[in-house]
């Protein structure tokens, strides 16, 4: 649902991140900074985010804090970069944080199209 809402909003990004933010007041959001604001997202998608944060980052050192788009690869990835779940639905991930760094990567399968990335 997430992975649909983010491809929809921005289709065929080259190359943008945005901020996974968590308030008392606000819950969570999502920021864009390149339009400096926060996106209105629908429930369902936020419902299903909330899913991907508990589910995929349990860890309370390793929350869910960047959303990053290339073409149309998703990444839902930590602030340290050195892990992410990624949506990739044409070819398995070779790269975590950007396809210029040379980090070597273990990556998962764990669906159609979605992957658990990690620096090795």
């Known amino acids: 649902m997430v992975k649909d809402y983010i491809a929809q909003e921005f289709p065929n ?6 901020a ?7 819950g969570l959001r999502i920021y864009d900074p390149d339009a400096d604001e926060y996106l209105q997202v629908r429930d369902d998608a936020l419902v299903a985010l909330r899913v991907i944060s508990k589910e995929a ?15 149309d ?5 930590t602030e340290s970069g050195h892990y992410a779940l990624v949506y990739s639905p044409n070819k398995k991930p070779t790269w ?4 210029d760094k040379k980090d070597k990567v273990k990556v998962k399968k ?6 658990h990335v990690t620096i090795r």
């Open 20 to 26: 996974v933010l968590y308030s008392s007041t606000y």
């Open 96 to 99: 975590l944080n950007s396809p």
């Open 73 to 77: 690869r998703i990444s839902f990835c």
């Open 57 to 71: 980052f349990p860890d309370k050192d390793s929350d869910l804090d960047v959303i990053r788009i290339h073409g």
């Open 110 to 115: 764990i669906g159609e199209g979605w992957y």
């Open 13 to 18: 990004e080259p190359d943008k991140w945005m």
